[in-house]
């Protein structure tokens, strides 16, 4: 009996890695040494990854571990980890004489796979659908498991997004058009398609490839996206977009708490997304998880969420 051929588009998640710089190397092991034993492997994704050799850029991370309880403990954070995955920790270190700053989510892999797939928020599955790189896995096993989660997104998006669409289109507008409306679900200051676009038309060759293993239809870089199956609308996006954000700022809030300045700092990234300013107390910086819900309803009264 012949075994399976390998899905050529977990393969080519699978390649999506690299060979970090020192800084980058010595930043995750100050995360490994946070969390002792319970990192299974970092996905480095966002601008940092985008501007390798730019140190000004802060480090995007996702930390996959094996548990929320015994990377956090029994306490409210493993607890808020479980229900708002996922919790956003800051890091900041000095190497070589640089200032490398950090901003990493913990999910457990078996969530990431999950959302990856299924979940009806695009938060997961629409950021990992677009170039990112897995470092530092523990073993093959688990990079396998990420590299298939990841497929998973992408097809995931794909097929969210293909009913939006009624005759061919060029693949640069299908998987714009698919970002575009995932961007709009988050706290995100992008307001028109232009910086979906441009992801899309900086990794060209990746969403061609991409575009040929999905579609039969593919043919001088137009695609038919109603040969796909799938479930999106524009409603369903309208539901991301009402649930999306607030839920967003919950998550956000939340992870105030998990380093000095926190909810400043929470703050100037919600105003920079939303053109809303709020001030805050000095009770409120000290327990700004206690007061989370107040300042949540103060800003989303403002408009910061849409």
Not at 269 to 282: A, C, I, N, P, Q
């Amino acid at each position: 009996m012949n075994a399976r051929a390998p899905d050529p588009l977990t393969a080519m998640m699978a390649a999506e890695t690299l060979d970090p710089p020192q800084r980058v190397t010595q930043v995750m092991q100050a995360i490994r040494d946070r969390h002792p034993d319970r990192v299974l492997g970092f996905v480095y994704y966002g601008s940092s990854l985008r501007a390798l050799d730019d140190a000004e850029k802060m480090l995007d991370f996702y930390v996959l571990v094996d548990s929320y309880a015994k990377t956090h403990g029994r306490g409210w954070r493993a607890l808020t980890n479980r229900f708002i995955p996922p919790s956003v920790f800051y890091l900041e270190m000095e190497t070589g004489g640089v200032l490398s700053t950090c901003k990493y989510s913990i999910i457990t892999l078996d969530e990431f796979e999950r959302r990856c797939s299924d979940g009806f928020l695009s938060q997961v599955w629409g950021r990992f659908s677009q170039p990112c790189a897995l470092l530092g896995a523990r073993d093959d096993r688990v990079a396998a498991r990420i590299a298939s989660a990841r497929a998973a997104a992408v097809r995931r998006i794909a097929s969210e997004t293909a009913p939006l669409f009624h005759a061919p289109v060029s693949y640069v507008e299908f998987w714009a058009r698919g970002y575009f409306e995932s961007y709009r679900t988050e706290l995100r200051p992008e307001s028109n398609d232009g910086r979906a676009r441009e992801i899309v038309e900086r990794y060209q060759s990746r969403y061609r490839e991409i575009s040929q293993i999905l579609f039969d239809s593919y043919e001088r870089d137009i695609i038919d996206p109603r040969e796909l199956s799938g479930r999106g609308s524009s409603v369903r996006w309208f539901l991301r977009r009402l649930f999306g954000r607030p839920i967003a700022a919950a998550r956000v809030l939340n992870s105030a708490a998990t380093f000095d300045g926190g909810l400043d700092y929470v703050l100037r990234k919600v105003e920079r997304h939303s053109g809303v300013s709020l001030d805050v107390t000095e009770a409120q910086r000290r327990h700004p998880v206690l007061w989370s819900p107040v300042l949540g309803w103060k800003l989303w009264r403002r408009g910061a969420f849409g």
